[in-house]
C-alpha cells in the first residue's frame, strides 16, 4: 500500500478507537465485542447476525457487488433488487456494510487495520483462501494474539474432502440426515430450504462464543473449524449411538394407513394425531374422544391386532378425521393429553396464538423499504435481552464512517472507489 496516497492517513489517532463507524450498538449481551465478518450467502451470515442481535459490533466486509446472498430470492414485492432480498435483510440486522476488494493490496492492508483491536475474524470461505490472502493462522496470530478466528465451511479446514464443493441436500445427504427421512418404501427426502445451513451457523456463532470467553479469561484467541457435515451429523446423535452400542441400523420406517401417529387430513386442513401408544393408550378414551364407536370392534382391541387390521383402521379413521376440524380437534386432544399438532400455513404461523403471546415475530423498519416482520429472539434473556436496532445495511453504506475512524479523506475514499478497492 502507498501511504503517499493517503496524506491524511498519518493524522489518524491510532490508539484504542471505534472501528466499526456508523451506529454502534451499546446494549445487549455481547455489547463491546467487535467482529470482523468475511462470511457471506447463509451460514456464516447466520452465525454473525445471531452475535450482533444479542450486542455485537459486526462489521460486514462485502466484496465489490456485494454478498451474493442479496441476490436471493424471494424480494420484497417479488422486485429482484440486490436490495430488497428478503433473505438478506433477514441474515444481517444491527451490522454495517464496506466494500472492500481483498484481492487488492490496498483492500487487504486496509482489512488488516481493521483486525487490529477486533475481539474476532468470522468467515466461510473454501479452506485455503484466508491462507491465499495473507491471512493464515499463524500471521493472524502474529498480528492480534487475542483474535479468535472462526470458519465454517462444508467439510471443514482438514481431511480428504475439504476442498470439495456442496449443496444444502449434499450436506444433507453426506451428514446422515436424509438416510433416516422420507416414506419407507421411497427414495430418501431432506427437509426444505438451507437448513443445513443454519443449523452449521447456530454451531458457528455457539463455538465463537466459547472461545471469546477462552479470550476473555486468558487474553488468548484460537481457532475455531466448523464444518456443515459434522452440523448436520451431530443431530444424529440417537441414530448414531444405537448404532455404536448396538450395531442397529435405524431406517425410513413403514407408515401403514392404521399408525395412529399418521398425518390426517381434516376438513380445514392437516393434524398430527399422537394419542400415546402401547401401555399408554387408553383405547376406549380414544374411542369416546373420536365419538367413533365403529372403532369399538375387536379388530382394534390391542397393538396387534390394530396391525393386523391396519388398512380397515386407517380407512375409519381418515373417514372420522374429515368430518373435524384442525383447531377444533387440537384443543380437544390436548384437554385429554393427548399431543396432537396442527398444520399451519405461514400466515397461520405468524398469527398462532402462543407465538403471538411470546412476541417471538418482529416488525424491524427498514429505512427504505419500510416495516418487515422477521422471526425474533431464538432465545428470550431478561437482563440483556435480544434486539434489532438497525435493518441490514444498504452493500457499502458504512464506507465513509468506517474508513474515516481508520483516517482516510473523503478525498481518499474518492481515489480508493476510482480504483475499485471500496
Known amino acids: 500500500m ?13 490508539g484504542n478507537r471505534n472501528l466499526s463507524g456508523g451506529c454502534i450498538l451499546t446494549s445487549g449481551a455481547l455489547a463491546g465485542v467487535k467482529i470482523i465478518d468475511l462470511t457471506h450467502h447463509i451460514a456464516g451470515p447466520y452465525a454473525t447476525k445471531l452475535l450482533a442481535d444479542f450486542g455485537a459490533d459486526v462489521l460486514k466486509i462485502e466484496r465489490p457487488g456485494g454478498d451474493p446472498a442479496r441476490r436471493l430470492p424471494p424480494f420484497y414485492h417479488d422486485e429482484p433488487d440486490a436490495e430488497k432480498s428478503l433473505p438478506f435483510l433477514y441474515l444481517n440486522t444491527n451490522k454495517r456494510s464496506v466494500i472492500l ?3 487488492s493490496e490496498t483492500g487487504r492492508a486496509i ?4 483486525l487490529t483491536d477486533a475481539d474476532a475474524l468470522v468467515e466461510n470461505f473454501a479452506p485455503g483462501v484466508m491462507a491465499s490472502l495473507g491471512l493464515d493462522e499463524d500471521t493472524l496470530r502474529a498480528h492480534n494474539p ?3 478466528a472462526a470458519s465454517v465451511s462444508n467439510f471443514g479446514q482438514t481431511g480428504p474432502w475439504r476442498d470439495y464443493r456442496a449443496t444444502d441436500m449434499v450436506e444433507y445427504a453426506l451428514g446422515g ?8 418404501d421411497r427414495e430418501p427426502l431432506k427437509h426444505a430450504l438451507h437448513q443445513a445451513q443454519f443449523k452449521a451457523g ?5 463455538a465463537t462464543l466459547m472461545a471469546l470467553y477462552h479470550q476473555r479469561l486468558t487474553g488468548e484467541g484460537q481457532r475455531v473449524d466448523v464444518s456443515i457435515q459434522e452440523s448436520i451429523a451431530s443431530a444424529l446423535r440417537d441414530v448414531t449411538n444405537n448404532y455404536t452400542y448396538t450395531g442397529a441400523v435405524r431406517r425410513r ?3 401403514h394407513t392404521g399408525d395412529l401417529t399418521r398425518l390426517r387430513a381434516v376438513s380445514d386442513g392437516y393434524v398430527l394425531p399422537n394419542p400415546g401408544i402401547g401401555a399408554s393408550l387408553n383405547w376406549q378414551i380414544l374411542v369416546d374422544f373420536l365419538e367413533a364407536p365403529e372403532l369399538d370392534d375387536p379388530r382394534f382391541d390391542n397393538a396387534s391386532v390394530r396391525l393386523e387390521n391396519a388398512e380397515a383402521l386407517g380407512d375409519i379413521l381418515d373417514e372420522i378425521f374429515a368430518t373435524k376440524r384442525k383447531q377444533e380437534i387440537f384443543y380437544a386432544a390436548h384437554q385429554q393429553r393427548f399431543i396432537y399438532g396442527v398444520i399451519d400455513s405461514p400466515e397461520e404461523t405468524v398469527d398462532n396464538p402462543q407465538i403471538q403471546a411470546r412476541g417471538y415475530y418482529v416488525p424491524v423498519e427498514h429505512p427504505h423499504l419500510g416495516e418487515i416482520t422477521f422471526p425474533g429472539a431464538p432465545f428470550l434473556m431478561s437482563d440483556s435481552p435480544w434486539e434489532v436496532q438497525s435493518a441490514a445495511p444498504r452493500l457499502g453504506e458504512h464506507n465513509a464512517a468506517v474508513l474515516g475512524e481508520l483516517g482516510y479523506s473523503p478525498q481518499d475514499l474518492a481515489y480508493l472507489r476510482a480504483s475499485e478497492v471500496i
Open 253 to 255: 420406517q413403514p407408515n
Open 2 to 14: 502507498d501511504f503517499a496516497l493517503y496524506p491524511s492517513r498519518y493524522a489518524a489517532r491510532m
Open 146 to 148: 487475542r483474535l479468535v
Open 101 to 103: 476488494n481483498l484481492k
Open 177 to 184: 440426515l436424509m438416510y433416516i427421512f422420507g416414506a419407507y
Open 111 to 114: 482489512l488488516w487495520d481493521l
Open 202 to 206: 447456530t454451531n458457528l456463532a455457539s
